[in-house]
């Protein structure tokens, strides 16, 4: 019962954290990700396709992304796909390739992407704090129906407390660490 409790909490906050660095790869720190263009859906033959599955994309320099098709007669749509993505950037094609440049940002939109982090990583505690919660009313209810006795029930809560409190510490290291990203970039 102690570890199926630990093992519940430990997951939900690692899908939290796993989560929390998806989300904060997408934003925009100024430099060449990738992982920018995820959500991007292309209009391929009448089938909406994530970018991933349409064209390569790697990076050419630390300000441009270069997207290279599978089928050349798709160039115009994955063009049209990016720069109607509210990601704000203006990408181009030679009929080969479509380049992406990324825009330097300004002092006032670093400000909103680190409120964007903020939320973020608050969003990622608020869900380690539920698997705490679920792994805590696991183990009380355990305690209840007599299956552990109460002394389990403290070191379970205990454990699950510090495996809590070491999640939200690596959350704000994460955040701390795509903040800087930001208002180095």
């Known amino acids: 019962m102690l570890e199926e409790a630990e093992e519940l ?46 064209a390569t994309v790697s990076v050419a ?12 007669n798709n160039i115009a749509a994955i063009e049209r796909a990016i720069n109607n993505s509210q990601l704000g950037l203006n ?42 919660r679920d792994a805590n009313d696991m183990l009380k ?7 552990i006795s109460e002394d389990d029930l403290k070191r379970g809560l205990g454990n699950v407390q510090t495996l809590t409190d070491a999640k939200i510490k690596e959350v704000d290291e994460v955040i701390t660490k795509k903040e800087a990203e930001i208002l180095d970039g």
């Open 61 to 72: 320099d630390a300000r441009m992304l270069v997207v290279k098709p599978y089928d050349r």
């Open 141 to 147: 209810r355990g305690e209840k129906d007599k299956e």
């Open 9 to 54: 909490a430990k997951d939900g906050m690692d899908t939290a954290l796993d989560r929390l660095k998806k989300e904060l790869a997408r934003v925009r720190a100024g430099r060449a990700n990738p992982a920018l263009l995820d959500e991007v859906r292309v209009d391929s033959y009448g089938t909406q396709l994530p970018l991933k599955q349409a």
């Open 91 to 132: 990408a181009s094609n030679d009929g080969a390739i479509v380049r992406v440049p990324i825009p330097a940002l300004t002092e006032e939109r670093r400000k909103d992407l680190v409120k964007q982090v903020h939320k973020a990583g608050e969003d990622a505690r608020i869900a380690i704090r539920q698997a705490r």
